[in-house]
């Protein structure tokens, strides 16, 4: 049975800060330096903080899209922030062991689902070719360059990906 999809809140942050994680010492071993990951400590308590803030109307406030094993595991999530005339992608992550499974297509499809007539944005770090890759086979096309800034205090080139 795949993953079912829900919208998450406050409850669900310890699952999304161990899966986030997770997901980034998969993902960016060897892109990021470990000390930059080892900062992700106080990922739970961002979460709390992230998931019971009042953001006011409904237009302003972020969406976290869940997808569940049918045992109620977390397998992956997508979280989307308003930014003014844009929605931000701010982050899509896969349990480590889901990866390449389809769970991430169905979660980016849901997020651009939520917004169809808004530009959906997001960033990915410039040498992360596997997450690029993805993007572009699901339509995604580079809009701008930017900075990733780590709280060790590493940066690393990133690329802006849109739809819209």
Same mark, same amino acid.
């Given at each position: ?49 992230? &998931? ?54 169905? &979660? ?16 990915? &770090? ?39």
């Amino acid at each position: 049975m795949p993953a079912a999809l829900r919208e998450g809140g406050a409850p669900d942050a310890a699952a999304v800060a161990a899966l986030l994680t997770a997901s980034r010492r998969s993902a960016y071993a060897g892109l990021v330096p470990d000390a930059a990951l080892a900062a992700d400590s106080s990922q739970q308590m961002l979460w709390e903080l992230r &998931l019971s803030a009042d953001y006011g109307p409904p237009a302003d406030t972020p969406t976290l899209l869940l997808a569940e094993d049918p045992d109620g595991t977390l397998a992956g999530f997508a979280h989307l922030v308003p930014d003014g005339p844009v929605v931000r992608l701010e982050h899509l992550h896969v349990r480590p062991d889901r990866t390449g499974q389809g769970l991430g297509a169905r &979660l980016l499809h849901a997020a651009l689902a939520r917004h169809p007539d808004r530009p959906v944005r997001l960033d990915v &770090l410039a040498a992360n070719r596997r997450a690029i890759a993805f993007y572009e086979r699901h339509g995604g096309r580079r809009t701008g360059r930017g900075t990733a800034h780590f709280p060790d205090g590493t940066v690393l080139p990133e690329y802006e990906y849109g739809w819209r």
